[in-house]
Each structure stands twice: as structure tokens, then as C-alpha cells.
């Protein structure tokens, strides 16, 4: 019976024992803090800052056609983004200390699975010498009838430790999941700050400009910017003929065309045009950032950079968007292998698809309802279709009801899948292209013909 057990737990360990090789090897680069308390002392100030220049341009915003005013604020709202952009380095460092604590855990639990694992093998070893035994030697190899039983007393207790072993092994094995999945999340909090970072040092430059070019135009005399303010008919036609810049697409529309789009997406799922551009605006500026790819290999998910041929892992995620970006390509006729998608950043995955930056996967959530309005496949890669895709995911997330409460939320949903406060910056960056798009859709229709 002991020889029959011997093989099943030989077996058995050896499956438990498959888990054992885990490998960690992600460096973390760590700036502005060097511990996890100096990291959250930082957050804290640099909340505080933003809270301050928040204030002061919410005052100032009261006081309409000041120059100086104008001024005064974009200034302010830089200091604002500068703060943001410390906190998000902020924010980095921390979630590099959660991911190198993790990754400690990970390699401590791996080491006590491989101590299990010596153990265990030193048990299998002894257990099975004892078995090629007959019960006579057993027997003679004793000087009395005790020590015969001593040693199958001995043979019982050591039967008894390899089961002891084993569920040592699967506790283990339990946690060492439990810490790998831990930092999974870890890492994804992690590349979406650093998305955010991108976005906020984007903002930043942009707004640095706008300050510039009104002291350029101005010379800081009121008078010359008040004539800024004239020809209010000739800046709609400027507006409505300014290109919307979009990635994935091979001919940016006019900001017209991109207006009258958003407004057939609000008929047909109720979405303000401001918000749906603005998104788009936002989803663009990331998918510039992080360039263009094509997948090569559906088993890895690995594939090329486009403009320079390099080979590049984790183009897109094999066991979650694979197969679903086939399928999508071959509804369109496109090769799955020679189409733009997205190129992954500093980890994680790329793979998102056309100016909404559809991950596949999520594009199939809104699939049938889209192919319902259009009566034909919604293609990622064209402006109306992604515009419809964008419009549907904002609604299903609330943003139908139209507060800036429910859009923000959306707009969060949109972006990362929840409401996490720590990426909220990209909920009021849109919410700020929002309020400028809403002044510049209500001047083109009140001075267009």
C-alpha cells in the first residue's frame, strides 16, 4: 500500500511543485522621495497647492475682460499643473514601493515553496528507501521486535510530514497567487499615472503657450486685447475650419465635420457633442504618446513599431484581446497583422484600436449595439463609427444624464474602468476641453451661416 501512495505523491508533488519558479526582474526608478512616508508627505503638500491655485482661480474668474486678469490666471493654473505634475511623480514613487514590496513578497514566498520543495524531496527519498525493504529485512535488520516497530512508527510519522509538506506547498502556492495578482493591479495603477503624467505635461505646455502668445499679441495693454475680442464671425469660420486632430486616422476632419458627427451620436444615444469631442481629444493625446503598432504574433501578443521596425512584447494581451481583434478584422476584410493598434508603454498592454482607443475586447461589448444603429460592423478605424462606440460606452457609464457630476464619473469609466480619485485628473482635464468646446460649438452656431 505504502508503494502505491509513494507514486500518487511523487505525482501530486510535482504539480505543486511547477509553481516554484517565479522570476521578478522589473527595475523601479524612484525620484523627488526616497521613502513611502516622505512619498505621502509629498502628496499631501502638493494636495494642498493645487487646493490654493484652485481657489485663486475660481475668485478670479469672477472678473470678466481683464487682461491682466487673463494673465494672472494661466499662471496660476500652470503653478496648478506644475503641482499636479509633482504629485503624479508623487503618486509614481509610491506605487514603485508598493510594486518593489510586492515583488519581495513574491520572491520570499517563492523561496519558502523551493525550501518546501527540498524538504519534501528528502522525505519522498527516505520513504521510498524504507518501501524497497521487505518486512522481513525490516524485521532482522532490527536487534529486537521493538525496533521493528520503531521503524514502521517511523515510516507512519514520515508519511505523516509529506502530507504536512504538501499543504505547506499549497498554502503557498495560494498566496504566492494572491501577491502576483496583487501586483498586477499594482503595476496598472502605475501605468495609468504615468498616463495621466503625460497628459498633465501636455495641459501644462499648452497652457504655457496660451499665456505666451496673448502677452505676444497684447503687449499686456488692454486695449490691444480687447480688439482680440472683435470679429467674432471670422474666429467661428476659423473654429469650424481648424482641423480635430485624431490618432488612427489617416485625414484629421475639420472641427465642423467632428461637430456634426458628435451631434448625430447625441440623437442616437444622447451625449453632448462637447464632452464626446473632448474625450476623443484626450484619447488622441494619449494614443500619440504611446505610438503605433502592428501585432505579429497572436500567441505572445508581441509585434512591431511601425516607424521603425523594432520588435516590441505586449502589443496586445493574447488571452483577453487576440481573438477578439481578429474578429473584428476579419468583419472589416483587414489583415489583423498590417493594422494600427496602439503600442504598449513602460508595461502592460497596448492594442487599442482608432481614434476612441478601444481596447478589442471592449469594442465587443458594444458590437451588436452599434451594428443595430448602423446595420452593418462598426469599423474602430472610422471617424463615425468610433464616435458612435465612444458614445455608447460614455452612456452605459451615465454620462446621458448630463451633470458634470455623472459625465466626470463617465469620463473616469471611460478611461481607466472605475472612479479612482488617483486618476481624477483626467476626468477634469476633459471636463475643462468640455467647457472650451461648449464656448467654441456655441459661438460657431450663433455667428456661422
Known amino acids: 500500500m505504502f508503494k502505491k501512495n509513494f507514486f500518487k505523491i511523487v505525482f501530486y508533488a510535482l504539480f505543486c511543485l511547477c509553481f516554484a519558479n517565479v522570476l521578478v526582474t522589473d527595475a523601479l526608478a524612484q525620484e523627488d522621495c526616497g521613502t ?17 491655485y484652485e481657489k485663486n482661480i475660481s475668485e478670479n474668474q469672477t472678473e470678466q475682460g481683464d487682461l491682466n486678469n487673463k494673465i494672472w490666471a494661466l499662471r496660476n493654473k500652470i503653478n496648478g499643473l506644475e503641482s499636479d505634475i509633482k504629485k503624479s511623480n508623487a503618486l509614481i514613487n509610491d506605487l514603485a514601493f508598493q510594486v518593489s514590496d510586492t515583488q519581495s513578497s513574491i520572491e520570499t514566498t517563492a523561496g519558502n515553496i523551493v525550501d518546501s520543495r527540498d524538504r519534501l524531496v528528502q522525505v519522498l527519498r527516505t520513504i521510498y528507501e524504507e518501501e524497497q525493504k521487505s518486512s522481513l529485512e525490516i524485521l532482522l535488520s532490527g536487534d529486537s521486535i521493538s525496533d521493528f516497530f520503531e521503524n514502521l512508527a517511523e515510516l507512519e510519522s514520515l508519511l505523516s510530514e509529506n502530507q504536512e509538506i504538501l499543504d505547506d506547498i499549497k498554502e503557498l502556492k495560494i498566496n504566492l497567487e494572491d501577491q502576483e495578482t496583487a501586483l498586477a493591479s499594482e503595476k496598472q495603477d502605475w501605468e495609468q499615472t504615468k498616463r495621466i503624467q503625460l497628459l498633465q505635461q501636455q495641459e501644462n505646455e499648452t497652457v504655457k503657450q496660451e499665456k505666451e502668445w496673448i502677452l505676444w499679441q497684447t503687449k499686456g495693454e488692454e486695449e490691444e486685447y480687447q480688439k482680440l475680442l472683435a470679429g467674432k464671425e471670422a474666429e467661428a469660420q476659423e473654429i469650424r475650419a481648424r482641423l480635430f486632430d485624431l490618432v488612427g486616422v489617416s485625414q484629421a476632419p475639420t472641427f465642423g465635420e467632428a461637430l456634426a458627427i458628435a451631434k448625430y451620436v447625441e440623437v442616437v444615444v444622447g451625449i453632448r457633442p462637447a464632452l464626446l469631442l473632448a474625450v476623443l481629444t484626450q484619447e488622441s493625446n494619449i494614443g500619440k504618446n504611446v505610438g503605433q503598432c502592428y501585432l505579429k504574433n497572436p500567441d505572445t501578443g508581441a509585434g512591431i513599431i511601425v516607424q521603425t521596425g523594432v520588435s516590441v512584447d505586449r502589443v496586445m494581451k493574447p488571452t483577453r484581446d487576440v481573438a477578439p481583434f481578429e474578429i473584428v478584422c476579419k468583419e472589416l476584410g483587414r489583415d489583423p497583422y498590417n493594422t494600427l493598434v496602439s503600442c504598449p508603454m513602460s508595461f502592460g498592454y497596448g492594442g487599442a484600436m482608432g481614434p476612441a482607443q478601444f481596447i478589442p475586447s471592449t469594442w465587443m461589448l ?11 460592423p462598426a469599423d474602430p478605424w472610422n471617424i463615425r463609427d468610433a ?12 454620462a446621458g444624464r448630463q451633470t458634470y457630476d455623472s459625465e466626470w464619473r463617465a469620463v473616469m469609466v471611460y478611461f481607466s474602468g472605475s472612479t479612482n480619485p488617483q486618476y481624477s485628473f483626467y476626468g477634469d482635464s476633459v471636463m475643462r476641453i468640455t467647457k472650451q468646446y461648449e464656448i467654441e460649438i456655441a459661438q460657431i452656431e450663433q455667428y456661422s451661416n
Open 36 to 52: 513611502v512616508e516622505e512619498c505621502k508627505a509629498l502628496l499631501e503638500k502638493y494636495e494642498q497647492e493645487i487646493a490654493g
Open 366 to 376: 458594444y458590437r451588436d449595439s452599434a451594428k443595430a444603429i448602423i446595420g452593418k
Open 387 to 398: 464616435f458612435l462606440m465612444a458614445g455608447l460606452l460614455l452612456k452605459d457609464a451615465g
